[in-house]
């Protein structure tokens, strides 16, 4: 992790830390408005009158919300992951001599449909990708299905996510409530938040690394190409071992654990509530 911190910083600068913010900044909130308020409604459908949830139950309305959520995850996930790919990629194409005309893309070590600017350094030319231009060229070539590859593996990784973080989190956060009518201290729901994510997310990091993998367009000629799921898995388990599965578990704890943190604190204090009442919908339906 501090390598590659290292050397992003030393390539692409500190701005090179925030690529595909953009992304996330525009399609984190709906995606976190889908998983919390899906699991709500699937917890209340599944609830009996005046007994609370079996684990079991728990874990199907977290696994409908794990569903649900990918209709906006995986379109992002696809998008985030070429920007903050750009820079290496733009890397490469310098240290292999690949030069560019304006009429077209030739390529010696990197390939993709992605690249197409004159050889100009991989700080300038990774400035000149945009999430616009990303999807632009997806849509082009591929058409909207390629805004959902990965799909499979994006499912893989979100249901066992929400099936695991969901009844964890409502389990931590019910020891903080002095009684079930009060919520729990803000502080408390932090908490739960942060050690429910982090455990959620080290434990399907195997499949975030696979749909990393399927998601990645632009390949070198050493990196490996996949047909499938079920072929990616499978030649990483073999030429890179099993500790490859958990390669970036910190960094995703390190970014989910204060994500998910906050998001229930806004969430059960009830902060989207409060806005809605207050405007004219939220008056006129009340």
Known sequence: MLDCLVKTLRSEGYFGMYRGAAVNLTLVTPEKAIKLAANDYFRHSLARDGTGLTISREMVAGCGAGTCQVIITTPMEMLKIQLQDAGRVASQQLMSGVHYSSSGCKHVAVSSPLTRAPNIGSAALAKRISATHIAAAILHTQGIKGLYRGLGATLLRDIPFSIIYFPLFAHLNRRGQASLEKRAPFYHSFLAGCVAG??????????????????????GTNENSYSGLVDCARK????????????????????????????QVIYFIGVGEFLVKLSPYGRFSS
């Open 198 to 219: 982090s455990v959620a997310a080290v434990s399907v990091n195997p499949f975030d690394v696979i749909k990393t993998r399927l998601q990645s367009l632009t390949k």
């Open 236 to 263: 990483i388990w073999w030429k890179e071992g099993p500790s490859a599965f958990l390669r970036g578990a910190g960094c995703r704890a390190l970014v989910i654990a204060p994500l998910f943190g906050i998001a």
